[in-house]
């Protein structure tokens, strides 16, 4: 039903985020094509409901596979969190079981063990991230123990997607949400930026955080991870391109996300629209 050639791999988020995780993905596997999709139209997907983030990234999937990709990185938690295990084990093994979907919540958790001397952790992520306790339960199955406070911060993904990531508004949301974490549990030593699009608020995060406080952001633990997922499964590598090509899609307008998209990868970025 796919194209069965090989092809780009696919990278998907509900906007601007997924950037952040492509970005170091390139950095570290500049050899590979990559295909990108924000699904900005309908982004943010962090406040809607379990069922509609589901549907909204299976489409995302669906699509990025007949455009020829046989792997997929979710790089947004919201999706990891809501939508990766019913698409790995109920929509794969009908649709086509030989590609893949990988996510982003298991290669942030795997590192903490290694950074946290206080094994007290702080999790900053979309509200639909922080309900469905998706890092509270991965950190129990891994490292039984580790306290977690969970921090829901809804202001952060709309500044993001409107371009007021620099703006005083920026500011006033940044620091509510980082008192607020460090209130709650003082002892927490590390903190991790638990949405593809907080990286792109990096600097004000930094600016609040406590200066003994490690900020975890993804792209580099995602990147690690993916490259050694291809090492591990060299069936899957083969059916990816090496061109070192990137193409990007939008479900909004293409112009609004050049603009935006150009900024945050550095390098000039001329995408399509698609509807999904
Ligand atoms: N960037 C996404 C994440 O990592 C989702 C943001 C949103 O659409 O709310 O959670």
Redesign the pocket.
């Given at each position: 039903m796919y194209p069965a050639k090989p092809g780009p791999i696919g990278v998907f988020?509900?906007?601007y985020?997924?950037l952040t995780i492509l970005r170091e993905i390139r950095r570290r596997l500049p050899d590979y094509d990559y295909l990108y999709l924000g699904d900005n139209a309908r982004?943010?997907?962090?406040t809607r409901s379990f069922d509609i983030v589901y549907e909204f990234t299976r489409q995302a999937v669906e699509e990025l596979f007949s455009r020829g990709c046989h792997l997929v990185i979710l790089a947004?938690?919201?999706a990891s969190a809501k939508a990766l295990r019913t698409i790995q084990q109920h929509v794969l093994p009908i649709t086509d079981p030989d590609r893949r979907v990988l996510g982003v919540i298991r290669p942030t958790v795997e590192i903490l063990g290694k950074v946290s001397l206080t094994r007290h952790i702080g999790l900053l992520?979309?509200p639909g991230?922080v309900m469905s306790h998706s890092y509270a339960m991965e950190i129990e199955k891994i490292y039984p123990g580790m306290c977690i406070t969970e921090k829901a911060c809804p202001m952060w993904?709309p500044l993001v997607e409107t371009g007021e990531a620099d703006g005083p508004g920026a500011d006033y949301f940044v620091k509510k949400y980082v008192d607020e974490c460090m209130t709650a549990d003082p002892d927490i030593d590390t903190l991790i930026l638990g949405?593809?699009?907080y990286p792109l608020l990096l600097d004000k995060i930094r600016q609040y955080t406590p200066q003994n406080v490690r900020i975890l952001p993804q792209g580099e633990l995602v990147a690690e991870s993916l490259a050694d997922y291809l090492r591990r499964h060299p069936a899957m590598e083969r059916e990816c391109t090496k061109e070192g090509s990137v193409e990007f899609l939008t479900t909004e307008s293409p112009d609004k996300f050049d603009s935006l998209a150009t900024l945050f990868m550095q390098s000039p970025v001329a995408s399509s629209r698609i509807t999904l």
């Open positions: 988020d509900s906007g985020g997924g982004a943010p997907y962090g947004c938690n919201t992520a979309t991230t993904v949405c593809t699009h």
